[in-house]
């Protein structure tokens, strides 16, 4: 059992280095395309595979209800991830590489954005989709971790979390997303810079 405490501690104190050793500047021009899509009415489309899929999930519902405030205009956001009919038909049909990019082809509109969530940045089928995106000169963002693969220098816009472990990048691409989010509910309405939202204030209320 001590092992285990201890395994704990050295997570959390290696995660709390981590979270210290993101660039924090990195997230004020996703926060400002996020800014510009509630105000257009543009599409988030957002992508990724395994744990960052479920993350690309989640981002859709804090990107909308989370940032939503009464009066105000939610931001629309889908996951390229959740139509499984659609993914499963395009991965057998043409090939898993294009699952995101080809659903981009059919619905990416030119005020939309696009974020693109990947631990290693080297997932082909997210590359794929930001080359997509790009070339339709729409906003790419990506969040990535280990050495940023080749989605680090692709992406328009990109929040690098600099570690080999896939947990801790995943824990802090969520974390990501919550501040980005709970900043945006507030901003409009604060004449102050707003603070961390109470736990009563979570999206999975």
Request: some cysteine; charged content about 20%; overall charge negative.
């Given at each position: 059992m ?7 501690e ?13 660039d ?22 957002v ?18 209800k989370?940032?939503f ?6 931001i ?17 049909d ?19 954005a ?8 080297d997932?082909?089928?997210v ?13 790419t963002?990506?969040f ?11 992406a ?10 896939y ?28 603070a ?10």
């Open positions: 001590s092992d285990f405490h201890e395994f704990i050295a997570y959390y104190e290696r995660f709390t280095l981590v979270l210290k050793s993101i924090r500047s990195a997230l004020d021009p996703i926060r400002a395309v996020l800014v510009g899509l509630r105000s257009t009415g543009g599409v988030l489309w992508a990724g595979n395994g744990g960052s899929a479920a993350i690309s999930d989640h981002a859709v519902c804090d990107t909308t989370g940032a405030r009464d009066g105000g205009r939610a629309r956001a889908i996951a390229l991830t959740s139509n499984a009919a659609m993914l499963t038909a395009v991965a057998n043409l090939s898993y590489e294009e699952v995101f990019s080809k659903q981009l082809e059919f619905y990416l509109n030119e005020q939309d696009v974020l693109l969530v990947s631990s290693s940045g997932s082909p089928n590359v794929r989709a930001c080359e997509y995106a790009r070339g339709r000169g729409v906003p963002m990506a990535v971790g280990f050495d940023g693969g080749r989605l680090k220098d692709l328009d816009h990109v929040v690098h979390v600099p570690i080999h472990n947990g801790m990048v995943e824990d802090a691409h969520q974390s990501l997303m919550h501040v980005l989010t709970q900043y945006l509910a507030q901003a409009d309405t604060a004449s102050e810079p707003p961390p939202q109470s736990s009563a204030m979570s999206s999975d209320a």
